[in-house]
């Protein structure tokens, strides 16, 4: 299975975020993925971690810990390290919902026409709780909303988003160094110009929020940076450069019955994979059943019909392998809750 297995190579670059940076680190290396290149790029820290990092190194393709050019140089070094065929970074105070890069995948090697891909939306709490997950229908990004602004209302969930090297290269190859803020924004630009961007219903990573990150705290700079990257793009579109704007695919919708053999099938011919840590699956879906019924007490039947179905399925994509199992829990966890109301 594993040469079938696409290589997924992960970039995390750090500077001093050792509060956070150990779950990050967890939350890739516990995918248990068996074919994974994962490089850790640190600015030269002083805080503690370089020690998280050792205590990790055996398991990572590379590391550094020195002074570099930037997030998104850092970004940039660690992918030259790499030769995998999806690719994908990851902030330090971040991290990925499990299962993620087998959904990713999954997907990938299913549907060839899929050349960047990003999941449903969630958030992580400073303490690493789920936080809140995006309730409402799948949004659909397109090359002409993110021309007009789209960005503003909803953006392109970063930790969410991989894509094929194919593309990385077709793109350029590189992040751009001259950023501070808005770097993602910008190769979300450059991808838009070749391939549309697929949604899929799953939980793949989320974005921690803890109020210290650059994009809060200089929320200003990132915007203004966003909208001068975005006006270049539509002058290149005036003048009739990389004109086409290609319509939004339609939400990648999920087999879980067939993700579930797949799954399986991957931990029978793996089942003593190298390394197995962290599994926050139970906490996910607490946190969604909460949501679940928090809906019922505001009466919100419509939306609580439309996340029930998300919910039982997001489940299902994130929990062992023994999906039934997890689908029950689900289930016996919303009745126990419905009850408590």
């Given at each position: 299975?594993?040469?079938?297995?696409?290589?997924?190579?992960?970039?995390?670059?750090?500077?001093?975020?050792?509060?956070?940076?150990?779950?990050?680190?967890?939350?890739?290396?516990?995918?248990?993925?068996?074919?994974?290149e994962y490089v850790?790029?640190?600015?030269?820290?002083?805080?503690?971690?370089?020690?998280?990092?050792?205590?990790?190194?055996?398991?990572?393709?590379?590391?550094?810990?020195?002074?570099?050019?930037?997030?998104?140089?850092?970004?940039?070094?660690?992918?030259?390290?790499?030769?995998?065929?999806?690719?994908?970074?990851?902030?330090?105070?971040?991290?990925?919902?499990?299962?993620?890069?087998?959904?990713?995948?999954?997907?990938?090697?299913?549907?060839?026409?899929?050349?960047?891909?990003?999941?449903?939306?969630?958030?992580?709490?400073?303490?690493?709780?789920?936080?809140?997950?995006?309730?409402?229908?799948?949004?659909?990004?397109?090359?002409?909303?993110?021309?007009?602004?789209?960005?503003?209302?909803?953006?392109?969930?970063?930790?969410?988003?991989?894509?094929?090297?194919?593309?990385?290269?077709?793109?350029?190859?590189?992040?751009?160094?001259?950023?501070?803020?808005?770097?993602?924004?910008?190769?979300?630009?450059?991808?838009?110009?070749?391939?549309?961007?697929?949604?899929?219903?799953?939980?793949?990573?989320?974005?921690?929020?803890?109020?210290?990150?650059?994009?809060?705290?200089?929320?200003?700079?990132?915007?203004?940076?966003?909208?001068?990257?975005?006006?270049?793009?539509?002058?290149?579109?005036?003048?009739?450069?990389?004109?086409?704007?290609?319509?939004?695919?339609?939400?990648?919708?999920?087999?879980?019955?067939?993700?579930?053999?797949?799954?399986?099938?991957?931990?029978?011919?793996?089942?003593?994979?190298?390394?197995?840590?962290?599994?926050?699956?139970?906490?996910?879906?607490?946190?969604?059943?909460?949501?679940?019924?928090?809906?019922?007490?505001?009466?919100?039947?419509?939306?609580?019909?439309?996340?029930?179905?998300?919910?039982?399925?997001?489940?299902?994509?994130?929990?062992s392998p023994a999906?039934?199992?997890?689908?029950?829990?689900?289930?016996?966890?919303?009745?126990?809750?419905?009850?408590?109301?």
């Amino acid at each position: 299975m594993i040469n079938k297995l696409p290589k997924i190579s992960i970039v995390t670059p750090s500077f001093n975020q050792g509060e956070f940076l150990e779950e990050c680190i967890d939350s890739v290396l516990s995918q248990n993925y068996p074919n994974l290149e994962y490089v850790v790029m640190d600015g030269g820290s002083t805080d503690n971690s370089v020690a998280i990092i050792r205590k990790y190194e055996k398991y990572l393709t590379y590391w550094q810990s020195k002074p570099d050019g930037g997030q998104y140089q850092a970004i940039d070094d660690g992918f030259r390290r790499t030769t995998g065929e999806i690719m994908a970074w990851l902030n330090s105070d971040d991290k990925y919902h499990h299962h993620a890069f087998f959904k990713i995948a999954w997907l990938f090697s299913r549907c060839k026409e899929i050349e960047w891909l990003t999941g449903r939306h969630s958030y992580w709490g400073k303490s690493g709780e789920l936080l809140d997950v995006l309730v409402d229908d799948l949004p659909c990004f397109d090359r002409a909303g993110h021309l007009n602004g789209q960005y503003m209302q909803i953006s392109i969930q970063q930790e969410s988003t991989f894509w094929r090297r194919t593309l990385w290269e077709r793109a350029g190859g590189c992040l751009r160094h001259d950023l501070d803020y808005a770097g993602d924004l910008e190769l979300w630009t450059r991808f838009y110009r070749f391939a549309p961007l697929h949604v899929a219903d799953h939980l793949l990573g989320g974005y921690r929020k803890h109020g210290n990150q650059k994009a809060v705290l200089h929320l200003d700079h990132y915007l203004a940076e966003a909208e001068r990257v975005v006006a270049a793009e539509r002058e290149l579109l005036a003048n009739n450069e990389f004109v086409e704007l290609l319509p939004a695919p339609s939400p990648v919708r999920v087999s879980y019955g067939e993700f579930a053999v797949y799954l399986e099938d991957v931990h029978t011919d793996h089942p003593g994979h190298h390394y197995r840590h962290g599994d926050s699956s139970d906490h996910v879906i607490d946190s969604l059943v909460q949501r679940l019924v928090e809906m019922r007490r505001t009466l919100d039947y419509s939306r609580l019909r439309r996340f029930k179905r998300a919910v039982f399925g997001l489940a299902l994509s994130i929990c062992s392998p023994a999906m039934q199992a997890s689908l029950l829990r689900l289930r016996s966890r919303y009745a126990e809750m419905k009850k408590m109301s």
